[in-house]
């Protein structure tokens, strides 16, 4: 009977909760909060300094934001894992197999092989159609087989991806001999990756920022998003609260090799040609941005805002650079020094809030 | 020994008999390219085939799939149970490979590199492109398209690559000596990566409004130029020059995405590296007159002489038909 | 931070829950184990247990390391499958094959480790596995009721006498005795029968402990049967209905804890007096 009176006393103390509450989930946040300062930062100053303020368009941004589409997807997906407490080495491996399997398809189906070699494609639409579904298939799957070996073997994912990631590079050196797949129709350039909406966005960004807050809808609101960080916290906890583990490991891995498909994707259709060497370091840059993100290696604590910050600082630190003048390898060393600092960052405040 | 013998008796004898090479006994002489499957290499293997028609050479042609000395020393070893009279090497490490060439020396078997150099000059001869001189042939036909006034951006890879490193440096030194009046921006290091390529390129098209044009040094660097200029919307306003005349690249060369094409001659390689091969083994060259450098030029095609029939043979073939 | 001593949740200690029903003179059974058998390989460190939970009752379950008390709970909770013996929920026999299968059925367990995820808030470590969708298209697209969740989490927290300064904070941010509050009160939000309790004071000091013994007052007061298993044998005595004494693998005795002291039980626990 009494319960009533205490629960209406205490509807109205709610407030006071809250008070302390964002405090406190500042504190969490710090890293995100101080890396995106850091950009600020950098986008100010780049502005200020360089050259006829040459840094500071709204074109510029764009670029920007186009030179990340890619990494951004990467990143996110490997935020999800390392807050599940997880790791996926083999995002590059994955990009370029399933890239190189969705230009194979559109290259092959377009047309004739003399037809297609003289870069005249007459089945263009459903080659194109079949490319795309080619990429998201084999990049989840990809992501799948890496999740299964995880959970059924029971292995360490940062192993199992280090030998996925070679199987994967292998499979697709077997397929081209190393070469980069040619005659990817061009308009898949012009028409999608060049094509600006409203004159000013990329279509790419657009892509990738859409399903940026997609992502960081379901990890912040969503029960997928608890149990991902419950899991990532502590793996015994979220079992005994009944998540099935192993099924949510299998998804989140799926959901990173989906990632790594629609990121094939914009590699073909922003560079009309695979690139077969050129994603080596994409897994760490990946969870380099995440971290510089302020998600923790740990498991348990993850942001994909934080992650766009993380993505957006390499990339406005090499623009930025460049339009200085300046050498574009310290670039590399300032963004190793902003890894450390984030880490820095994260570690105090956890020993703060214990 | 008794090979090198029977050899030089068969030249007595048979060249006595007939005139010509035709009826000379065939040379075994290995080919070992640094990578198959790719026009680069398809060319300079139908070099090859055609100077084994016409010297009356066996040859064996077989490589890796990648350019990695851990997937081409199989190959070799292979190669060399089958006791070839020469043998013509693309190294795909410069130094993993100089003892066995010396030892391969050291026994009589002439080896002649292409492509690449060893970096102890062990070899009988080294055939490759002039790096150093195609980064000039590149300044020069940029000036063609570009002019020399306004800003212009050299991508390499990463530095110490000796390759690259002189294509860069070719075009530098040009621009520096002949054509002062032009800006060059530091040179940009995307390694292998596109996505970085294309970054450097679009921030030095926002730094500089006066960019007029990108020099790029490998296919990674290309890719993401091209794009980053065509992102920018500015295709053919900033003048694009690359290496190398892959089919794609010489469609793209047509549709105006590139804009100057530096050629190697890949073809050349396999037929002088074969004929010399040959000519060695039977003796009608000896190895102390052979010249160690053997530098070839590179053509430059652009969209006003890719017609030519003097510019489109030196087009790498994907089959030699 | 915490002042158990003004427990304010007064209303729901000792005297208001058991006790009405034992006037009643129905006691209610929640939980019955009947004869269970639970073997380790050759090792039977289960022999023939038999327990009834009843409704509203502290049941204590006391006993020296290696006597099967906490074996005995995982096989109410569901963790361990018995090899012999009947399981039975308000008069159902029942099979619990998993700790879901145990949640299922009402069964509710406080871990010794607390089990619950460090890096999330107190509200989202209460409704972990078990969250609320917002109402309307919100919830259709996947989105959870936070507002409702901290509420809910917050009224039962109030009603255990744990003053949180935050209901959004990590719960590694908090005291022990607050993650055990916490503990508790998943356990009470979600427990329609029973409530089992493996050492829930174990780590933790007098002030604290004391809120403790509050929380579980109160989850009895919601006429839910309580396990709990401790060491600490002077508050079992003050604490419990009834002390059963585990001995090698079985029940021994079953004590009034108004009739026996501290020395009784520990001779019963080691063997010194029959049962």
Redesign the interface.
């Known amino acids: 009977m009494n319960h009533s009176s205490s629960q209406e006393a205490l509807s109205v103390n709610t407030p006071t909760y809250d008070d302390g509450s964002t405090w406190f989930s500042r504190l969490r946040e710090a890293t995100a909060f101080w890396m995106f300062l850091i950009l600020l930062g950098l986008v100010v100053l780049f502005s200020l300094i360089s050259p006829n303020h040459a840094f500071l368009s709204v074109n510029n941004f764009f670029t920007i934001a186009l030179n990340a589409s890619q990494l951004v997807l990467l990143a996110v997906g490997m935020t999800f894992l390392l807050g599940a407490r997880e790791f996926d080495l083999s995002v590059g491996a994955n990009v370029v197999l399933s890239s190189i399997l969705a230009a194979r398809t559109i290259t092959s189906l377009a047309g004739t092989p003399d037809e297609v070699a003289m870069g005249n494609y007459p089945h263009l639409g459903p080659a194109i159609t079949a490319g795309v579904l080619v990429a998201i298939i084999s990049g989840t799957l990809f992501g799948l087989i890496n999740g299964l070996l995880v959970t059924k073997l029971r292995l360490s994912s940062f192993l199992v991806t280090l030998a996925t990631t070679a199987i994967g590079l292998g499979t697709a050196l077997v397929m081209t001999h190393g070469a980069n797949v040619p005659d990817i129709p061009r308009v898949l350039q012009t028409e999608f990756a060049t094509y600006r909406v409203f004159d000013m966005i990329p279509l790419p960004v657009l892509l990738s920022l859409v399903l940026v807050l997609l992502l960081w809808f379901t990890l912040a609101q969503t029960r997928f998003g608890v149990h991902t960080l419950a899991m990532g916290s502590s793996p015994d906890a979220s079992r005994r609260a009944g998540i099935n583990n192993a099924r949510h490991l299998l998804k989140l891995f799926g959901l990173m090799g989906f990632l790594c498909g629609i990121a094939a994707l914009l590699d073909i259709s922003r560079f009309a040609t695979t690139n077969i060497g050129g994603h080596q370091t994409d897994n760490l840059q990946a969870v380099a941005a995440a971290v510089i993100g302020g998600t923790s290696l740990f498991g348990g604590i993850a942001s994909v805002p934080g992650t766009l910050v993380g993505t957006l600082i390499p990339v406005v630190l090499g623009t930025g650079l460049v339009i200085m003048g300046l050498d574009s390898f310290y670039q590399l060393i300032l963004v190793g020094l902003i890894v450390i600092a984030a880490v820095y960052i994260d570690q105090r405040n956890r020993q703060l809030s214990i | 020994m008794k090979t090198k013998l029977v050899v030089s008796l068969a030249t007595v004898l048979l060249g006595s008999v007939s005139l010509g090479a035709q009826a000379e006994e065939p040379v075994n002489i290995a080919f070992l390219p640094g990578?198959?499957?790719?026009?680069f290499y398809s060319s300079m293997q139908c070099g090859a085939e055609t100077a084994a028609k016409e010297f009356n050479v066996k040859l064996s042609w077989s490589g890796p799939?990648?350019?990695d000395i851990a997937l081409q020393q199989p190959f070799i070893d292979a190669a060399l149970q089958l006791h070839p009279q020469g043998i013509v090497l693309a190294p795909t490490d410069g130094g993993a490979l100089i003892s066995q060439v010396k030892e391969l020396e050291s026994k009589g078997l002439p080896v002649i590199t292409v492509d690449a150099p060893l970096n102890d000059p062990v070899e009988t001869q080294s055939i490759q492109s002039d790096h150093f001189a195609g980064g000039v042939a590149a300044a020069k036909a940029m000036v063609g398209v570009a002019g020399d006034k306004g800003t212009f951006l050299a991508v390499g890879m990463r530095p110490g690559l000796p390759d690259i490193d002189a294509r860069v440096a070719g075009f530098v030194e040009t621009f520096k000596k002949e054509h002062p009046g032009a800006k060059l921006?530091?040179v940009?290091?995307?390694?292998?990566?596109?996505?970085?390529a294309?970054?450097?390129v679009?921030?030095?098209i926002?730094?500089?409004?006066d960019l007029k044009g990108v020099y790029v040094t490998h296919?990674?660097a290309a890719?993401?130029a091209?794009?980053?200029i065509?992102?920018?919307?500015l295709r053919g306003k900033i003048k694009l020059i690359s290496f190398d005349a892959?089919?794609?690249q010489i469609?793209d060369l047509k549709?105006g995405?590139y804009d100057a094409l530096i050629i190697q001659q890949p073809y050349n390689m396999g037929y002088e590296a074969v004929k010399l091969s040959a000519q060695l083994v039977r003796h009608q060259v000896e190895k102390t007159a052979v010249k160690h450098d053997n530098f070839l030029p590179f053509v430059v095609a652009t969209r006003a002489n890719m017609k030519n029939a003097d510019i489109r043979q030196y087009f790498y073939k994907t089959s030699c038909k | 931070m915490h002042t158990p001593q003004q427990d304010s949740s007064a209303p729901l200690s000792k005297q208001s829950m058991g006790a009405a029903a034992v006037e009643a003179g129905r006691r209610e059974p929640a939980l019955e184990a009947i004869n269970i058998v639970k073997n380790f390989g050759s090792l039977q460190v289960l022999r023939d247990v038999s327990m009834t939970l009843y409704r509203g009752d502290i049941t204590a379950v006391v006993g020296d390391n290696g006597a099967g008390k906490s074996t005995f709970m995982k096989v109410l909770s569901g963790e361990h499958i018995p090899d012999g013996g009947q399981l039975c929920v308000n008069n159902r026999e029942v099979q619990l094959r998993s700790t879901q299968d145990a949640q299922s059925y009402g069964i509710e367990t406080v871990y010794q480790d607390l089990a619950l995820a460090p890096d999330l808030s107190v509200a989202e470590n209460v409704f972990l596995g078990r969250e609320i969708k917002a109402p309307g298209w919100r919830g259709q697209i996947g989105m959870l009721d936070r507002q409702l969740m901290l509420e809910e989490s917050t009224r039962i927290l109030t009603e255990l006498g744990a003053k949180l300064k935050s209901y959004r904070a990590t719960t590694q941010s908090l005291s022990g005795g607050q993650r055990q509050g916490v503990a508790i009160a998943r356990a009470i939000k979600w427990a329609q029968h029973a409530i089992l309790m493996d050492e829930p004071t174990a780590a933790l000091g007098t002030r604290q402990r004391d809120m403790v013994y509050a929380a579980i007052r109160a989850a009895a007061g919601r006429n839910l049967a309580v396990l709990l298993i401790s060491h600490d044998l002077p508050q079992v005595l003050e604490l419990a209905d009834r002390i059963i004494v585990m001995r090698q693998g079985t029940a021994v005795a079953n004590l009034n804890p108004a009739e026996v002291t501290v020395r009784d039980v520990v001779d019963v626990m080691l063997g010194a007096k029959g049962a």
């Not at chain 2, 990578?35 to 026009?39: E, F």
């Not at chain 2, 940009?188 to 970085?196: D, H, L, Q």
């Not at chain 2, 926002?206 to 409004?209: F, I, K, L, R, S």
């Not at chain 2, 065509?230 to 919307?233: L, R, S």
């Open positions: 990578q198959v499957g790719i026009p799939p990648d350019w921006v530091p940009a290091y995307p390694e292998t990566s596109s996505t970085k294309a970054q450097q679009a921030a030095a926002q730094a500089y409004p296919s990674a890719t993401g091209s794009a980053a065509m992102e920018a919307g892959d089919p794609q469609r549709d995405i």
